[in-house]
Nanobody
Framework: QVELVESGGGSVQAGESLRLSCVAS????????MGWFRQAPGREREGVASITGGSTDYAESAKGRFTISRDNSKNTLYLQMSSLKPEDSAMYYC??????????????????????????WGQGTQVTVSS
């Protein structure tokens, strides 16, 4: 049974940083796809960042500000978020796939940011950014 537990959320001011962590149990780390998604009130859940093997992909809104990484020795996925904006406020979810999930476009393949490609989900951690 796979369990994903997120932590690191909180309330911060615009421009500040947060690092989210996701500890996985019952899940084989390695090169399988993992990602971070978020959902704000009244909005659909959206992919923020994902990692598959050594490949990463980010939502346009996250590029240049967020960094996804993983420590296989600790079974932990991270999301470093910098220069936070009020529009980043949301519940952030960790997700894991049972394998490698990629999305190919323009002749290149990227780590998937599609919700449908992920099999396991955490309960979420709240991030609130004040202006």
């Amino acid at each position: 049974q796979v369990e994903l537990v997120e932590s690191g959320g909180g309330s911060v001011q615009a421009g500040e940083s947060l690092r989210l962590s996701c500890v996985a149990s019952g899940y084989t780390f390695g090169r399988s796809s993992m990602g971070w998604f978020r959902q704000a009130p009244g909005r659909e859940r959206e992919g923020v960042a994902s990692i598959t093997g050594g490949s990463t992909d980010y939502a346009e809104s996250a590029k240049g500000r967020f960094t996804i990484s993983r420590d296989n020795s600790k079974n932990t996925l991270y999301l470093q978020m910098s220069s936070l904006k009020p529009e980043d406020s949301a519940m952030y979810y960790c997700a894991a796939a049972d394998g490698l999930r990629t999305n190919c476009r323009g002749g290149q393949c990227f780590s998937s940011l599609r919700e449908i490609d992920f099999d396991h989900w955490g309960q979420g951690t709240q991030v609130t950014v004040s202006s």
